[in-house]
């Protein structure tokens, strides 16, 4: 199949890709490298299969291909809010140009959703059900109204126009690749201890997060896509844990005299999260296989090498 990864450079979209390459697809990378480097696709690039292009979601494109995952969209908390009406333009327009394409060429549209949909959630374990609680005026707002305007555009296409769709809620991922300054809390605590300089724990870290690491997550992807169910499907490992609890096992992991150093929580954190994956595990027959703790000795080994 010819398929296209839009946001292709990034963390989530590189690992990808890797999978795609190695299944014999031919792929074309769309990136506007704004969060996303060469760099995690370098090793594709005098493939004959691959191509690269550097574009803006935000902008129509005509291309040919079977398959769209459309992955396009900074997922960090700093690099989305650095820039927040770029953010809701890629989400919402980056999204409405992608299904129109997806529309016109009759190509299967997988679009990267995310559980900030269910913002500050109610109801725990977060089932697909759930309609969320979302604050439409906040910090975070930009992604998650966004992601949930891309929803809404999606299921809309569907309706109206037969977009054949699937629609993945992707919950904390983590792994390699991730930038030493994504911001995002598992590259933040183990680039931290690495550097022998204290963890930043936001809040009294009590909150929780579900962490799930990327091969599992590009597993969880390529199942949904070419399966039956349309979605909207939760993928994210349900072994929950506090924030402290996460610096605490990195600091054990990595460096045990690293320090911990309590900072101010941003605005509309959510307070918990964990996913309710009872519909992957019988939809897609998926759940994730890597521990948290083999996740991060990846990570970290990773993070190593790169420093
Ligand atoms: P990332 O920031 O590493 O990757 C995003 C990629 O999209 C980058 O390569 C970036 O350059 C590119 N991009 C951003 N705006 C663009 C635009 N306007 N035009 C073209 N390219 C653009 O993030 P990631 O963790 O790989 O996330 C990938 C997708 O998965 C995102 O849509 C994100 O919302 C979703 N997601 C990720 C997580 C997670 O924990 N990693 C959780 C939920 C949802
Ligand atoms: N967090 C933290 N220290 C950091 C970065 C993040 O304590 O250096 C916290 C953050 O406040 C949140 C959790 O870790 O409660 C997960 O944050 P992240 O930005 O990774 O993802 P998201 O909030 O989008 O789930």
Not at 17 to 32: G, K, Q, S, T
Not at 155 to 164: E, G, I, T
Not at 271 to 293: C, F, M, S, V
């Amino acid at each position: 199949m010819r398929i296209l990864v839009t946001g292709g450079a990034g963390f989530i979209g590189s690992h990808l890709i890797d999978r795609l390459m190695a299944d014999d697809h031919e792929v074309i990378c769309l990136d506007n490298f704004y969060t996303g480097r060469k760099h995690n696709v370098l090793k594709w690039l005098d493939n004959p299969n691959f191509e690269i292009i550097r574009h803006d979601v935000t902008e129509p494109i005509r291309l040919e291909v079977d398959q769209i995952y459309h992955l396009a969209c900074p997922a960090s908390p700093v690099h989305y809010q650095y820039n927040p009406v770029k953010t809701i333009k890629t989400n919402v327009m980056g999204t409405l140009i992608m299904l129109g394409l997806a529309k016109r060429i009759k190509a299967r549209l997988l679009l990267a959703s995310t559980s900030e949909v269910y913002g500050d959630p109610e109801v725990h374990p977060q089932t697909e059900e759930y309609r969320g609680n979302v604050n439409p005026i906040g910090i975070r707002s930009c992604y998650d109204e966004g992601k949930r305007v891309a929803e809404t555009l999606a299921f809309d296409y569907h309706r109206q126009n037969n977009v054949d769709i699937r629609v993945a809620r992707i919950f904390n991922t983590y792994g390699p690749r991730m930038l030493e300054q994504d911001g995002r809390v598992v590259s933040n605590f183990v680039v931290q201890a690495l550097k022998g300089i204290p963890l930043t724990v936001y809040g009294s870290g009590k909150q929780t997060r579900s962490f799930c690491y990327v091969s599992d997550l590009v597993d969880g992807l390529m199942r949904l896509m070419n399966g039956n169910s349309i979605g909207p499907i939760n993928l994210g490992n349900p072994d929950e844990y506090t924030v402290l609890e996460l610096a605490q096992t990195v600091q054990s992991m990595v460096n045990p005299d690293a320090a911990i150093e309590y900072k101010p929580l941003p605005a509309d954190d959510p307070q918990q999260r964990q996913p309710d994956i009872t519909k992957a595990r019988t939809e897609l027959g998926w759940q994730p296989t890597i521990p948290l703790k083999d996740g991060l000795e990846r990570t970290i080994e990773h993070f190593r090498t790169r420093l």
